[in-house]
């Protein structure tokens, strides 16, 4: 089960949403219909993942990322929205959501992204996860090394995957690994770094030369 909260001025979208969350045995914690009830709610609430449309009443989901990774940086943010543009996109990563849907995503695309999200992966809908991946290679500062008295030599190897936008079922199968097992991995490679998300240690991953096919043994 996974604490949600449901972001939506749509109220025929967000009563569907907050009802396939309820089937499917999360726990909807709070609802929203603009950006000033989903941060005055959000601190009580405490949800693990906030599904929040980019396009409602100010502030908008871009500012409400922000605003609420601020109070709560183990809150994962999980955008559910009709553009499929990459400024939207970008601007949404940037703030630090952790998933972009596209509305046209199924009920079993969206229920899989929650419990995904929830464990620390990244979701996005198909197309805009490479989308997400080039402009962090395109804005990464110059190669350096990586401070190996830092990470091991089996984080390393984890973090390599991640920055090519590996998903942890997809590491966990090249590395003959448990799900649980790369997420601890990540986990405290995130510790290690002070950092608090899957997407912030891609960036710091594809900045510090790791997505290069050369530097994977």
């Known amino acids: 089960m996974v604490r949600v909260m449901v972001v939506d001025d749509?109220?025929?979208?967000?009563?569907?949403?907050?009802?396939?969350?309820?089937?499917?045995?999360?726990e909807v914690v709070a609802v929203?219909?603009?950006?000033?009830?989903?941060?005055?709610?959000?601190?009580?609430?405490?949800p693990q993942v906030v599904v929040l449309d980019l396009q409602i009443p100010a502030p908008n989901?871009?500012?409400?990322?922000?605003?609420?990774?601020?109070?709560?940086?183990?809150?994962?943010?999980?955008?559910?929205?009709?553009?499929g543009e990459q400024s939207d996109v970008l601007e949404a990563v940037k703030a630090g959501a952790t998933g972009y849907l596209v509305k046209s995503a199924s009920s079993a695309d969206l229920l899989d992204a929650v419990r995904r999200v929830a464990e620390g992966d990244t979701v996005f809908t198909p197309g805009l996860a490479g989308l997400v991946l080039g402009e962090f290679r395109r804005i990464a500062d110059t190669p350096a090394e990586v401070p190996g008295d830092q990470l091991t030599e089996r984080e390393t190897e984890v973090l390599k995957m991640v920055a090519k936008g590996m998903s942890y079922k997809q590491i966990a199968?090249?590395?003959?690994?448990?799900?649980?097992?790369?997420?601890?991995?990540?986990?405290?490679?995130?510790?290690?770094?002070?950092?608090n998300n899957r997407v912030q240690l891609t960036r710091w991953a594809i900045a510090h030369g790791l997505d290069d096919d050369t530097t994977v043994s």
């Open 10 to 26: 749509h109220p025929m979208w967000r009563d569907a949403v907050e009802r396939d969350l309820a089937a499917a045995g999360h």
């Open 32 to 46: 929203a219909s603009n950006g000033q009830e989903a941060l005055a709610r959000f601190p009580a609430a405490r």
């Open 61 to 83: 989901g871009v500012e409400c990322t922000a605003q609420m990774l601020r109070q709560d940086p183990s809150a994962r943010v999980l955008i559910l929205s009709a553009s």
């Open 173 to 195: 199968e090249r590395l003959v690994l448990s799900h649980r097992t790369v997420q601890n991995h990540v986990q405290n490679t995130l510790r290690k770094l002070q950092m």
